[in-house]
């Protein structure tokens, strides 16, 4: 059964560098995600893409987040300058259509020192 | 936007009983509500989901109700077996934003032997 993936399992960073968190959604699906879950917290959406554009985005999401999908498979979450608060399991998702089972990828936990 | 409220925050039950975990959500306009269950250190993944022109659903030892009126819907699980335990996610999609899943804050269900 095709699954999300995503690398790395684990990033450690120093406050203020950039992370870029990558994700490959299910071969043929069209809408990604990215979603935060701060420990022992609800899972919190912070974007969504389609047709290679951002179709919505959360107030989490401010300037210092991108998403990108730079090829046909990779869909990329971009911090610029991560805070302490930045600290969280950061999943990636994907659907066949907009109201269809949101697939997760396994995480990444982001630690910034 | 939407708010989704989840209760219990635990719920503790021995082998063989079933299990009811409540959902309420805020906005009308919500359609599709999916529940996850999210094992420690794993991925969400979607155990049952139910839209708003049905009002039950049933797989196995899981059903779903949903009460479009009250704007609440629960998840069911009869007999319940150890590796139920988890954390269980209730969410809402409304059909105007069709791509931001509201989660609730989770259930952690421990099924004792």
């Known amino acids: 059964e095709p699954e999300v993936t995503q690398t790395p399992s684990h990033q450690v960073t120093q406050m203020g560098q950039e992370v870029i968190l990558r994700c490959v959604p299910i071969?043929?699906?069209?809408?990604f995600y990215w979603y935060r879950q701060i420990l022992g917290q609800k899972v919190e959406f912070l974007v969504s893409f389609y047709n290679n554009e951002i179709s919505e985005k959360s107030e989490i999401f401010d300037d210092q987040f991108s998403v990108e999908r730079p090829d046909g498979s990779n869909f990329t979450l971009k911090i610029r300058s991560t805070k302490l608060e930045d600290s969280a399991m950061y999943f990636c998702a994907s659907s066949a259509g907009n109201y269809n089972e949101q697939f997760f990828g396994p995480g990444t936990r982001l630690t910034v020192l | 936007g939407e708010n989704v409220e989840q209760h219990p925050s635990t719920l503790s039950v021995q082998e063989g009983d079933s299990a009811v975990i409540k959902c309420t959500y805020s906005?009308?306009?919500?359609?599709?509500f999916p529940w996850y269950k999210q094992e420690l250190g794993k991925r969400p993944q979607l155990i049952i989901d139910?839209?708003?022109?049905?009002g039950e659903k049933k797989d196995q030892r899981i059903a779903v109700t949903l009460n479009k009126t009250a704007k609440h819907f629960s998840l069911h699980i009869t007999e319940t077996q150890p590796e139920d335990s988890a954390v269980y996610f209730c969410?809402?999609?409304?059909?105007?934003?069709?791509?931001?899943?509201?989660f609730g804050a989770g259930t952690t269900v421990t099924v004792r032997a």
């Open positions: 071969s043929n699906h069209l809408y």
């Open positions: 139910i839209r708003s022109n049905v």
């Open positions: 969410a809402a999609l409304p059909y105007y934003n069709d791509y931001k899943l509201s």
């Open positions: 906005d009308s306009a919500s359609n599709y």
